[in-house]
T-cell receptor, first 116, second 114 residues
Framework: DTGVSQNPRHKITKRGQNVTFRCDPI?????LYWYRQTLGQGPEFLTY????????KSRLLSDRFSAERPKGSFSTLEIQRTEQGDSAMYLC??????????????FGPGTRLTVL | KQEVTQIPAALSVPEGENLVLNCSFT??????LQWFRQDPGKGLTSLLL?????REQTSGRLNASLDKSSGRSTLYIAASQPGDSATYLC?????????????FGTGTQLKVEL
């Protein structure tokens, strides 16, 4: 495994359906991040895990969104009752803490969600 | 709230030209600044990371500078090539409750023409 992987790469769903995305970080990376990127914008932070603990959630993460990292390895991001405004690229990143705030985040290819 | 702005939003240059992309941020309390490249429909590739104590970093034809006190960074690309065509994003790293998060600009879309 040489990088962060995300599945699926593309997801088309109808409004009101639930969707789940998966992120597999670089092996032994203890930090995992989720970002959302809409067309023409930079990525926006959604949430962050250190090992299995979810340490911060953005106010962008409404109660329809839930993220887990049950064993401190892969993570899932679920969106319930999807809305057209949820259409975006969902990016995952991972990093290995080195005892300071300067660890580089490595990004996956993203999952593009289209809500019809 | 940290805000990151990138100018210009789009840039088209002929092959071989040297160019500068600009990034500004409102809160100078950053820990580092990164420049990323994003190809259409793809994820992000980290190009350069500058620690808050550093002034610049170089990698090949790329040079990034940081003036933390004025809230500015530039990415200099020398001798541009068509393969450099992509969106370039800058992001600043701030600490949040024991963790960290990146705040991104909206990007500069670069096109290098033959």
């Amino acid at each position: 495994d040489t990088g962060v992987s995300q599945n699926p790469r593309h997801k088309i769903t109808k409004r009101g359906q639930n969707v789940t995305f998966r992120c597999d970080p670089i092996s032994e990376h203890n930090r995992l991040y989720w970002y959302r990127q809409t067309l023409g914008q930079g990525p926006e932070f959604l949430t962050y895990f250190q090992n299995e603990a979810q340490l911060e959630k953005s106010r962008l993460l409404s109660d329809r969104f839930s993220a887990e990292r049950p064993k401190g390895s892969f993570s899932t991001l679920e969106i319930q009752r999807t809305e057209q405004g949820d259409s975006a690229m969902y990016l995952c990143a991972s990093s290995q803490t080195s005892g300071g705030p300067t660890d580089t985040q490595y990004f996956g290819p993203g999952t593009r969600l289209t809500v019809l | 709230k940290q805000e990151v702005t990138q100018i210009p939003a789009a840039l088209s240059v002929p092959e071989g030209e040297n160019l500068v992309l600009n990034c500004s941020f409102t809160d100078s309390a950053i820990y580092n600044l990164q420049w990323f490249r994003q190809d259409p429909g793809k994820g992000l590739t980290s190009l350069l990371l500058i620690q808050s104590s550093q002034r610049e970093q170089t990698s090949g034809r790329l040079n990034a500078s940081l003036d933390k006190s004025s809230g500015r960074s530039t990415l200099y690309i020398a001798a541009s090539q068509p393969g450099d065509s992509a969106t370039y994003l800058c992001a600043v790293l701030i600490l949040t409750g024991g963790g960290n998060k990146l705040t991104f600009g909206t990007g500069t879309q670069l096109k290098v023409e033959l």
